[in-house]
C-alpha cells in the first residue's frame, strides 16, 4: 500500500482531507489494529509517514 492510497481510503471513509501526516498514521495504525492491514503495509506506510515528517505515539 502506498501513502496515497491510504489518504484516499482515509478520505472515503472520513469524507474530508487529512490535516496532516500524523492523521494519516493515526489512521493507518486502527487499519492495522483492526486487520484491514497487513504488518508488512503497515510498516511501509509507517517508514514513508514519518520520512514525511509525522510523528508516531510513544507509550511509558
Do not use: I, W
Not at 481510503?9 to 493507518?28: G, I, M, T, W, Y
Not at 487499519?31 to 492491514?37: A, D, I, S
Request: with cysteine; hydrophobic share 35%.
Amino acid at each position: 500500500m502506498t501513502v496515497e492510497t491510504l489518504r484516499n481510503r482515509f478520505v472515503d471513509v472520513k469524507q474530508c482531507e487529512p490535516e496532516n501526516h500524523d492523521q494519516l498514521l493515526d489512521f493507518a495504525r486502527r487499519k492495522y489494529l483492526k486487520g484491514e492491514l497487513s504488518l508488512s503495509e503497515y510498516k511501509k506506510v509507517m517508514y514513508a509517514l514519518e520520512q514525511d515528517g509525522a510523528t508516531s505515539l510513544t507509550f511509558p
